[in-house]
């Protein structure tokens, strides 16, 4: 006990002289400083969500969406370099095609689950029936293959909306800069848009 009280009477005048030097610094430095809301407020007036500078570039090709989001505009990955038979006027041109199987060689592979129970969409309530280089809406007008979110929108309206919002679909790498979002079909393929059901890949060990 008496050791104790020894060593630390020692230690004491130095622990003193350090709180003075701190006191000391502290002092003037706090007093000159700004808030920190004045600096955020003197930085954005009027504050604008938009303003805040990229931070890492999106590297896919974008294009603008033909949509409005909060009065402002955004962007959507473009889908026709992600499209394996595009252009399709390298085969779809004025030319009959004879080939026997002809269809099948070349389309074999896009099965159509989409649509009413034994109602199923015919490539034409998508697909321009002339131009295959384009897609058509329900008034015979064409839609850009980047633009397939205008397709989609006209039956399932209500995900659209949500889309627009981002309540549905997701956003490209960063919260700040260009808006750039997904569109329908990086996500959902056309011709089979609903997903398969899928085990979770970890299991949840119960607790108890
Ligand atoms: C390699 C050649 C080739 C390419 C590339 C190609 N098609 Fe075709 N397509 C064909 C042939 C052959 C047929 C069958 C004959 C016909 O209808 O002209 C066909 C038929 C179709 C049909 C009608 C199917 C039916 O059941 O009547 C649609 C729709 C179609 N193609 C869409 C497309 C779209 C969209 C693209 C581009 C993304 C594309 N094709 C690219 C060769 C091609
Ligand atoms: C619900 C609308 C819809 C229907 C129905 C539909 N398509 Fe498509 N199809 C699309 C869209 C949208 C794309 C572009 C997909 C993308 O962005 O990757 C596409 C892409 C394609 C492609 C190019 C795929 C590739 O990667 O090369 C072919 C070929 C094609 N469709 C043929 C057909 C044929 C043939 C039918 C009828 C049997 C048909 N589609 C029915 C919407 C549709
Ligand atoms: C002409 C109208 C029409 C167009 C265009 C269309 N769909 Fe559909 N879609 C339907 C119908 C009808 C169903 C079946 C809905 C049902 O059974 O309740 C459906 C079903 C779906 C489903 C499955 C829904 C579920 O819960 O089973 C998804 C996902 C979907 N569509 C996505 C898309 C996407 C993505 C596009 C654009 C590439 C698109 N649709 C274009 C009419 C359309
Ligand atoms: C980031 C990926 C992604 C994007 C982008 C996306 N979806 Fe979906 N969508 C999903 C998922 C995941 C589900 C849920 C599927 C399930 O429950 O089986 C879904 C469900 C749906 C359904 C079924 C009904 C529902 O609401 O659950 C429809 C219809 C649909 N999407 C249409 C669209 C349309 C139209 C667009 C574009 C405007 C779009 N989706 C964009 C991932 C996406």
Not at 21 to 41: C, N, R, T, Y
Not at 94 to 120: I, P, S, Y
Not at 135 to 141: M, Q, S, T
């Amino acid at each position: 006990m008496k050791r104790w009280v020894h060593r630390t009477a020692g230690l004491l005048p130095t622990a003193f002289l350090l709180l003075l030097l701190i006191l000391a610094g502290a002092q003037p430095g706090a007093a000159s400083e700004k808030s920190f809301l004045d600096e955020v407020k003197a930085v954005n007036t009027p504050f604008d969500n938009r303003s805040v500078a990229q931070v890492l570039p999106v590297t896919q090709p974008t294009v603008l969406a033909k949509e409005d989001y909060q009065g402002g505009s955004f962007r959507v990955l473009a889908r026709k370099q992600e499209i394996e038979r595009f252009k399709c006027s390298s085969c779809h041109t004025d030319k009959e095609v004879r080939g026997k199987n002809a269809l099948e060689l070349t389309h074999g592979n896009v099965v159509v689950q989409h649509g009413r129970e034994g109602n199923a969409l015919s490539c034409i309530d998508c697909h321009h029936p002339e131009d295959r280089d384009a897609l058509e809406d329900k008034k015979g007008r064409k839609i850009d293959f980047d633009h397939s979110y205008q397709l989609c929108g006209q039956c399932h309206f209500r995900q659209k909306r949500d889309w627009v919002g981002g309540a549905h679909g997701k956003r490209v790498e960063n919260w700040a800069g260009d808006r750039v979002v997904y569109n329908c079909t990086t996500c959902h393929d056309p011709h089979s848009p609903k997903f398969e059901k899928r085990f979770p890949v970890i299991y949840a060990v119960p607790l108890n």
